[in-house]
């Protein structure tokens, strides 16, 4: 096992109170495995990713049962142990490239400088390797791209840098939140056709954040689904597609506008909205907008085993399988 | 024959770029002779990648733009020609973002009732009436009208945004990317709403997304734009079925709709496939 | 439709409103600076039923009574008389008004004046902006004290030259903080909305732009009062602010310069005062920039 999460919880500090922005949230990814893990704005995905890499405001507070990659834990590992982690063997790629380049310097330097912090080498290898990158992402004639300064290129083009950059070392396990949504998608799915032939030529790990679940069809090998800061379903791909169990996750699939939905009929769309998660109740949390809610989802409930590797977090699962 | 409810002829149009402060002045072609046509009770979905000249289209659609040659067309009329407040009685417009397209100081009432403010129009008590009704028809309920959109989700505020464009009751609704800041479960609500807007009130859409699945979905004609032309036009259906240009096959290869296992398509886009999408004949269908 | 109808609710938890008292409460300095400017605004408004003695009746026979904690002073003269045997709490009282009024005046004709300048270059852009920046840069130039000097040396010193004067210099922040919010706002959709609706300029500013301003103008105006009063002492100081015998904090001090070495608390009573309240102002400045526009800190 690559990466292992167990029980991970976040709470962050505001002014009107802790808001709970996750839950009890396990899950594991394996070498050379892709890992989506799905849901709506405010779910928790995000923060989820972000600490990992210990990159959380000052105003959360983490706990956890495990978090660990390979046979380091993470949980405890100082922060001067983490550091040489980050861009290293663990990738993070951003939504907004922009915001993952220095304006003030180039191409080149950017890429040659991950290399330099965590590995002893020369700036020529550096620069050549950053090269074999650049044309490895599909960016013909790499030596010109490394002068340029990040405000000179395309979108797409800057996009393409960063993964090259979250390469540079060969990570062992990459994070991508969302790096795709901002682009055009024909640029989208080339870039995401590059992601994934990388990942399986390195064997890397890949935790890939998103809420489109018709990207999430072409490139997982399992998913987590969350909602409300907890994971609602989990399993691998093809269960998960073939069989939703939890309503939510069925729900999202009926929103989803699809060639094979009769056109210009309405769309299954979730009625209500996310509930607070300042003050959380003892019940399932999508209780109030789901349309099989009973008494007894008054209930807190745990994650049910559905069938092999899968849960869902539902009192119906088991019930639905003996109707 | 009825003029469409909406014509561009021949519309082309530059904009002046400066490099530096002294610089020379160079033009780049941002809509390169675009003919179209919307009938009344049509929803055109306009598709292309950024820089394509959508929104362009779009601000000459809505005449905050005049275009450097030919003509925008509004009911056989140009719509240079009408006054500002006369246009936007007939045409209206929906922002891609809910968060920055409301003023975050005006409660929804305010909001929504702006347009027929600025008229003059009716007492302040015919006003609310006329903002509760409309609220009523986009399904946001009466306890919003003294809201702030800060208090709102992304959902409620295009909702407003919605009831904003029609309080005038415009024939025609411009919407550009009106789901993209939205989240699936969210974008169908408003997808729905848009549908049942146009049955209910006989509302004719422009639609412009680089959402193929929403454009497939929602729309009865498609135009697709690259570099700034309309490569290929037509019924949605025949479009979807059938494309013609390879940049329309292209969009329709990268579209990523469920389907487990398929994995990512592989596409051509090296300078070649280029330089054949921009030199292949446009394949354009009126009807 | 009818379960969409049902099922939305107010999103009361996002709501930034609910997020104010708390912020209000907690802000220290806020707190403190309004609760000296409470005290201080109460002795202007109350000044006739607080003031044990007419600010201007002279008493020869009792010049120079120090306060009530030095030797020789008496409960008669709490902080004492001045050169012209003026009961000095009195003149403390009624000067509260002429400070406060400075301050108040200043940042209203400062405000109107810089706002205006600053939206119209944010709205506008191009040629006006250049414009009005370049009005802004010259202002910047100038040396405000000496021009101040050099104004009232001519049109004579009264209350309403001072004002005027200190109004029309101390605009430039206004203008800049204006012009830059403008142009935030400027390219928001709302007013591209509103355009698009057909509002005029004047209503696009007016419904659209100033009430997203407002924060930031009030932030700056409490910075301006502050600086304004300042300014207001120093010229009366020079003797070229409001006229004698008016009970002008900065006058008082000027007027006990003489006896700085006899009788310091003829200057460190207003002093004290001063200070007191430009820094209380200063304070509720800083604590309402936190609480209403925190992204204009700096």
């Known amino acids: 096992m690559l990466l292992n999460v167990k029980g991970l919880s976040i709470n962050l500090a505001t002014q009107r109170g802790t808001l709970s922005a996750v839950q009890d949230v396990s899950f594991h990814v394996d070498k050379g495995e892709t890992l989506c893990i799905v849901g709506e704005s405010g779910c928790g995905k995000s923060i989820t990713a972000l600490s990992l890499l210990r990159l959380l405001p000052a105003s959360a507070r983490l706990t956890a049962e495990t978090i660990s990659f390979n046979d380091l834990d993470l949980l405890t590992l100082p922060e001067a142990d983490i550091r040489p982690l980050r861009g290293n063997r663990l990738s993070m790629i951003f939504q907004d490239p922009m915001s993952a380049l220095n304006p003030l310097h180039t191409v080149g330097r950017q890429l040659t400088d991950v290399l330099l912090a965590h590995q002893h080498v020369t700036r020529a290898k550096a620069a050549e390797r950053a090269c074999e990158l650049l044309l490895k992402v599909g960016i013909p004639n790499p030596e010109e791209r490394l002068q340029q300064y990040p405000h000179e290129l395309s979108g797409g083009l800057r996009q393409r840098i960063v993964i090259a950059m979250a390469l540079m070392c060969e990570p062992e396990l990459i994070i991508a939140d969302e790096p795709t949504t901002a682009l055009d998608v024909t640029i989208q799915a080339d870039l995401l ?25 072409r490139i997982a090998d399992r998913i987590v689904v969350m909602y409300a800061g907890e994971v609602v379903e989990a399993g691998p791909a093809s269960a998960i597609f073939e069989h939703p169990a939890h309503p939510y996750t069925r729900a999202l699939l009926g929103a989803v506008p699809d060639p094979s939905h009769p056109r210009m009929e309405p769309l299954e769309s979730i009625p209500g909205t996310v509930p607070s998660l300042l003050s959380r109740d003892k019940t399932c949390h999508f209780r109030g907008r789901c349309p099989m809610a009973q008494d007894i989802c008054n209930n807190r409930i745990s994650l049910q085993t559905v069938g092999a590797d899968h849960q869902a977090r539902c009192i119906r699962v088991g019930a639905e399988d003996s109707q | 024959m009825t003029p469409p409810l909406l014509e561009l002829r021949d519309i082309t149009h530059d904009y002046v770029v400066r490099h530096g402060i002294f610089g020379t002045r160079r033009r780049v072609r941002a809509v390169d002779g675009v003919n179209l046509r919307i009938g009344k009770g049509d929803v055109l979905g306009i598709v292309g ?193 059938n494309p013609q240009h390879p940049y329309t096959q292209l969009l329709l290869d990268s579209m990523l709709t469920v389907a487990p296992g398929k994995g990512i398509p592989e596409l051509r886009l090296d300078t070649a496939a280029r330089e054949a999408m921009r030199d292949h004949p446009v394949h354009i269908v009126t009807n | 439709m009818t379960d969409l109808v049902n099922s939305v609710n107010p999103g009361s938890d996002t709501s930034p409103l609910e997020g104010r008292p708390a912020r209000w409460r907690s802000n220290g300095s806020l707190l403190l600076g309004l609760s000296i400017l409470a005290i201080v605004v109460a002795m202007a408004i109350f000044a006739p039923l607080l003031a044990p003695y007419d600010p201007y009746a002279q008493s020869l026979p009792n010049r120079f009574t120090p306060p009530v904690w030095l030797p020789g002073g008496g409960w008669d003269h709490i902080l004492g008389t001045d050169q012209l045997g003026r009961d000095y709490l009195s003149r403390i009282i009624y000067g509260s008004r002429i400070s406060l009024s400075i301050g108040i005046g200043t940042a209203l004709v400062s405000g109107l004046i810089g706002s205006t300048l600053g939206i119209c270059a944010g709205y506008f852009g191009g040629r006006i902006d250049s414009v009005i920046m370049f009005v802004v840069t010259a202002r910047l130039a100038l040396p405000v004290v000496l021009v101040a000097l050099a104004i009232v040396a001519i049109f004579g010193s009264s209350f309403t030259v001072v004002l005027l004067t200190l109004g029309g210099l101390l605009w430039e922040r206004f203008a800049l903080v204006t012009r830059a919010a403008t142009i935030q706002l400027r390219g928001a959709d709302f007013v591209t909305a509103a355009e698009i609706q057909g509002a005029t300029v004047p209503q696009v500013m007016l419904h659209q732009l100033i009430p997203n301003l407002a924060n930031a103008i009030v932030v700056v105006a409490t910075l301006e009062m502050a600086q304004a009063m300042i300014l207001e002492a120093a010229l009366s100081f020079l003797g070229l602010g409001v006229p004698a015998p008016m009970p002008s904090w900065g006058l008082m001090i000027a007027e006990g310069k003489a006896q700085i070495l006899f009788e310091p608390w003829l200057i460190t009573i207003p002093g004290a005062f001063l200070f007191a309240l430009v820094l209380a102002t200063n304070l509720l400045g800083d604590g309402l920039r936190d609480v209403l526009a925190p992204e204009s800190r700096n």
Request: glycine content about 8%.
């Open chain 1, 193 to 217: 056709r590059l992601l994934k032939e990388l990942q399986q030529a390195l064997g890397m790990g890949m935790i890939f954040i998103t809420h489109d679940l018709g990207l999430v069809s």
């Open chain 2, 49 to 241: 990648e950024s820089g394509s000249g959508k929104s362009t289209l779009a601000r000459i659609m809505l005449g905050l733009l005049d275009p450097s040659e030919g003509a925008a067309l509004l009911e056989g009329k140009p719509v240079s020609a009408f006054p500002r407040r006369g246009l936007a009685e007939k045409v209206g417009f929906i922002f891609q973002d809910p968060y920055s397209s409301l003023n975050p100081r005006q409660t929804v009432e305010q909001i929504i009732g702006y347009p027929i403010r600025l008229r003059d129009r009716g007492s302040p008590g015919s006003r609310r009436d006329l903002v509760r009704q409309t609220m009523e028809v986009v399904g946001l309920p009466e306890r919003f009208l003294d809201a702030y959109p800060g208090q709102m989700s992304g959902g409620q505020r295009q909702r407003v945004a919605i009831a904003r464009a029609l309080i005038t009751r415009p024939g025609l609704l411009l919407c550009d990317e009106p789901t993209s800041a939205l989240d699936v479960s969210v974008q169908a609500q408003v997808l729905n709403l848009l549908l049942e807007l146009r049955k209910d009130h006989e509302l004719t859409y422009a639609i412009i997304s680089h959402n193929m699945s929403v454009i497939q979905h929602m729309t009865t004609h498609v135009a697709v734009m690259y570099l700034g032309r309309i490569v290929e036009m037509d019924r949605s259906e025949r479009v979807f079925a």
